[in-house]
């Protein structure tokens, strides 16, 4: 009988190998970075097109390839980091596996430059579904850059199976995280779709922690030390008052390395004990060190999960010193578990100065009188009723829609500034002269000079107003389907959606059937398309990575803020004349049309007299 075994070709074997290794655009990005600081570089540039589906670039100053290595490296199991078996128990290197760069070439447009610094020219190189197309000299700057296109492209499933944008680029946004966290020293920017979204220096733990998750954290942390023979732990914990509801912040690094643990999730859990509401989730980045021979981290082909030699010991020692840094740094008697989620402070109020309660005592009140149970407060006169305007924060956008819709074109709300922006003698002129530029901002003559407006932070103010008015008279309106949607979630989404049912219903959803791992809908809100319904729902998922608020109005706020997010206009959108005016005069009606549900500034004005003084340099 003939023998039917063959061995794969190699581009066979790589596709197949690139299933293990790279499962969607955030994988690329991992081993991409992780090259890079494998290569000693000092400064990481990532830059990501469409959730990296289109495109994932990293760009390093480190060591560089040889023109020889520049073409070994996309070779299966090639690698410069191990030679031995021996070596596993040593290694100070993310990789050591040899596959990334092979399995990424078969399954990808990738193109690379190249260069050491003692070479005077570098390597410019092109590989395609693991066939070399183009390699070649290159005058090129010392260290690495990978170009790594339409991934998937010759795996329509794989391809058709990755998630929406929004969810792919929260995976990519994960591992970045976990690539900068571990690597303080290293500085690193990122960039999606030609908007910078990182820009962290060089720096510590503390501060690139705080660079990455906002300046607020900082007052949050508390800091954690041990060193014993087995472990060293260096790091930080969340105060127990700013635990959330789901697992958002908690790293773990082990030897420079994020890894996924439940056995040590569970020490620091227990370390909290008796300090946390029931549910709620600390955050933690805890950076331990362990001797490279003491631990395993072949087990899992994207490393991320590693076997330790003493497990136990490890437990005792994180769980203890946790507990005792909590202890040490006095959280315990600042807890208040008892606070009222009612006080939290609507963001209009934020800055403003408290007012006093006013008491109101009903003179006539004659507690022995029978037949008056219900009098009033108000002074004797009829029957009490609490000015709308204290009943409760809901009032403060109660009646916002009627206002934008009663505003005229050039009548804004607040009259301070349509006096001074915009010259009431031109209204007429002003009407026509909004202008576009680079689908980006638009520019209109004022009074005093010109105004700049950011298209889509203008717009998402203008929604979110708009959203987080409806849910507050709960008098969105809804848009009914032919047909119902029907969306996939994970179960842990579609817990967050059963949650948030009430709130979303308020922006115009109707909800026709939840099962566990999908849902029906059978109306959207009106200035949503059927096709952005999954994006804003998704989006919204994403945003609550930090868990539901507890209080209605940051939940509210929360959703308004993420459905404005998903729904406004994007940088690189053309809009017409009428557009340009509509969002303009919708800009200004707004109760607070100078920055973005985010606080950015939607605006800027330039004077006259700071472009005459340009022109007089
Ligand atoms: P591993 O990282 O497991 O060694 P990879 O396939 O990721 O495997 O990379 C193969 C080899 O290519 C590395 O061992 C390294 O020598 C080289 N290499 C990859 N990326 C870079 C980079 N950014 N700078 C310098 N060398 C690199
Ligand atoms: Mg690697």
Redesign the pocket.
Known sequence: MSSIIQLLPDHVANQIAAGEVVQRPASVVK??L???V??K?TDIKLVVKDAGKSLVQ?I?N????SVT?ARL?FERH????IRLAEDLFSLH??????????SIAAIAHVEMN?RQEQDELGTHLIIEGSKFVTQEPAVLAV??S?MVKNLFYNIPARRNFLKSDTVEFRHVMDEFQRVVLAHPSISFSMYHNGSEMFNLPSSNFRQRIVNVFSGKTNEKLVPVQEETDILTIQGFVGKPEFAKKNRGEQFFFVNDRYIKSGYLHHAVMAAYEGLLKEGAQPSYFLYLQVPPNTIDINIHPTKTEIKFDDEHALYAILRSTVKHSLGQFNVVPALDFDRDPNLDTPYQYQNKAAEYPTVQVDRDYNPFAPSQPSKSFSGGGSSYKKPESQTSWESLYVGLKQDTIEVDQFSFENEVVTASLFDEKEEEQVVNSTYQIHKKYIVSPIKSGMVIIDQSRAHQRVLYEQFLTNMTVHQASSQQLLFPLHLHFSANEMELLHELKPSLENTGFVFEEMAEDSVHISGIPVNTSESEASIVLEQLISDLHDGIPESSFSQNDTIAKSMAKSLAVKTGTYLTEKEQENLVNNLFACKEPDVSPFQKPTFITMRVEDIDKRFAL
């Open positions: 081993e991409l992780e090259n890079a494998d290569a570089a990293v390093d480190g060591v560089g390839m290595d490296c090639a690698t410069s980091k290197t993310k990789g050591f596996r040899g596959e990334a760069l092979a190249t260290g690495t990978f």
